[in-house]
C-alpha cells in the first residue's frame, strides 16, 4: 500500500513535460505537486477519525479508489491545469492521506514494543514508492506521452492499493506482546499518559512535534519536487540521467524511514530530529557547488534520507509523548505539517527560481531554516501531566 501511495513522490519527472504540454511556469505546474501534499495531510487527519470510528479496512478501500482515480482522471488534463489541480491534486491528495495514515496508526497498536522500527519499515514503503515509479514513469512518458502515463499508473495504484486494504484490520482492544513493558529507558521518553486529541492539543509538546515535522519536510520535498530539473541545471546532465536522481533520493528517503527510526529507539526521537537538523544545513550549505552528478546525488541522497526520518520517526514519537491509544487522531492530525511543508518548500523553491534562474539563494535560505529548526529539537520533552484527566476513551479494535 505505501509503496502504491509513495509513488507520488515522482512528481519531478513529470514536471519538465508538464511544463512543456502547458507553456506554464514552473511554479504553476508545481502548484500541482503542493495541492496533493497540502490535502493528503488534511485527508490523514480525516483518515485518523474515521479510523476510530469504522476501522482501517474500509478507510484503506476509499484510499485506494479516490487515489487511482485521480490519477486516471489526470490524464483528461490535456488541456487544462486547473483539471490536472483537481484530479492529481485534490482527488489524488485525498486518497494518499486517507492511506498512508492507515499502516501507521494501525502498526502502533500490534508493536508497540517496536515503534520506531515498525513505523520506519512501514513508511520505508511509501519514501521508496518513487524508485521504480520514476523509471518507468520516464520511459512511458517518452513513448506514448505524459497523459496516457497517468490513464495506466491510476489502474495500476487502485489495484494495489485496495488489495493492499483487504489485509488492514486492528489487533484485540487491549492487546500486547506477552510479558512486555517498556523499559526504564523507554519510560524516560515516553509521558506515561494515553491522551485524547482535546488532551494532546493542550500540550505545547504537540505543537512543538509538529514545527518539527513542518520544517524537516519544508527542506526535504523541495529538494523532491525538483530532483530531475535541478539535475539538470546543476551538473548539467541529460533529462534520463537527471530522472535517475528522483530514483535515487528514493532510495534515500524509504532507507532513512528505517534508519534513522531504528536510530531513534536507540538514542531517543529528539537526537534524531537534533542531528538531522544540523546535518541538512551542513548539506544544503554544499549543495550549489555539486557540479559533478555522483556527489550531488549523495549530498541529495542524504538530504532525503533525513526528510524520510522525519516520517519514520514522527509516529512514535506522537505515541511516547501522547499514547498509542488514539495515535490516529493525533498523528493525523500532526500530518497537517506535511500539508503546509509540502505547499512552502516547493513554492519557495520555484518562487526563487523564477526569480534568480538559479537554485544558490533557496539553498541557502533552507540552510538556515535547518539551523534554527536544531534549536526546536533540542528543548523539546515529554509532556508530564498532573492527573489522568487527559485519558482517552479507547478506540474501537473493529476490522
Known amino acids: 500500500m505505501q509503496v502504491a501511495l509513495g509513488a507520488v513522490y515522482a512528481w519531478s519527472v513529470f514536471r519538465t513535460p508538464l511544463t512543456e504540454q502547458y507553456g506554464a511556469s514552473v511554479t504553476a505546474v508545481n502548484t500541482t ?22 476501522g482501517p479496512r474500509i478507510v ?10 485521480g490519477i486516471f482522471l489526470a490524464s483528461f488534463a490535456g488541456n487544462s491545469l486547473t ?38 519499515i512501514a513508511v520505508a514503503g511509501f519514501g521508496g514508492g518513487a524508485f521504480v515509479t520514476a523509471l518507468v514513469a520516464e520511459r512511458l512518458v517518452s513513448s506514448i506521452g505524459i497523459f496516457q502515463t497517468f490513464s495506466i499508473l491510476g489502474v495500476i495504484y487502485l489495484i494495489m492499493v485496495v488489495g493492499a486494504a483487504l489485509f488492514m484490520k486492528n489487533p484485540p482492544e487491549g492487546w500486547k506482546p506477552e510479558g512486555w513493558e517498556p523499559d526504564t529507558a523507554q519510560r524516560g521518553d515516553r509521558s506515561g499518559v494515553e491522551y485524547d486529541l482535546g488532551g494532546a492539543l493542550k500540550r ?9 515535522l513542518f520544517l524537516n519536510v519544508t527542506a526535504g520535498i523541495s529538494i523532491i519536487a525538483e530532483a530531475a530539473p535541478m539535475a539538470q541545471s546543476i551538473a548539467g546532465v541529460s533529462a534520463v540521467v537527471a530522472a535517475g ?13 528505517f534508519f534513522w527510526a531504528w536510530l531513534s529507539d536507540a538514542i531517543g526521537r529528539k537526537w534524531v530530529f537534533f542531528v538531522m537538523f544540523l546535518l541538512q544545513a551542513v548539506l544544503f550549505f554544499i549543495l550549489p557547488f555539486a557540479t559533478a552528478f555522483v556527489f550531488l546525488a549523495v549530498l541529495s541522497f542524504i538530504i532525503i534520507s ?10 512514535a514519537f506522537t505515541a511516547d509523548y ?20 509540502g505547499v512552502l518548500g516547493p513554492l519557495l523553491i520555484s518562487y526563487i527560481l523564477d526569480s534568480t534562474k538559479s537554485y544558490t539563494l533557496a539553498f541557502y535560505i533552507i540552510a538556515g531554516i535547518m539551523l534554527a529548526s536544531a534549536v526546536v529539537a533540542f528543548i523539546i520533552r515529554p509532556p508530564r501531566a498532573e492527573s489522568r484527566a487527559d485519558a482517552p476513551q479507547a478506540e474501537g479494535a473493529r476490522a
Open 245 to 257: 536522481l528522483a530514483s535515487i533520493i528514493s532510495i534515500g528517503n524509504a532507507l532513512g524511514r
Open 306 to 315: 533525513c526528510y524520510g526520518g522525519g516520517f519514520g520517526t514522527m509516529p
Open 83 to 120: 483539471v490536472l489541480y483537481l484530479t492529481y491534486g485534490l482527488l489524488a491528495g485525498a486518497g494518499i492521506g486517507l492511506g498512508y495514515i492507515v499502516p501507521v496508526a494501525t502498526l502502533i497498536k500490534w508493536f508497540p514494543d517496536k515503534r520506531g522500527f515498525i513505523t520506519g
Open 204 to 212: 505545547w509538546q504537540w505543537f512543538a512535534l509538529w514545527a518539527l
Open 322 to 341: 501522547f499514547g498509542s491509544t488514539n495515535v490516529g487522531k493525533i498523528y493525523g492530525l500532526l500530518l497537517t505539517a506535511w500539508s503546509f511543508g
Open 33 to 54: 505537486f503542493s495541492i496533493t501534499i497540502f490535502t493528503l495531510g488534511f485527508a490523514a487527519f480525516a483518515g485518523g477519525l474515521w479510523m476510530a470510528r469504522s
Open 60 to 69: 484503506a478501500i476509499t484510499a485506494g479508489v479516490l487515489y487511482g482515480l
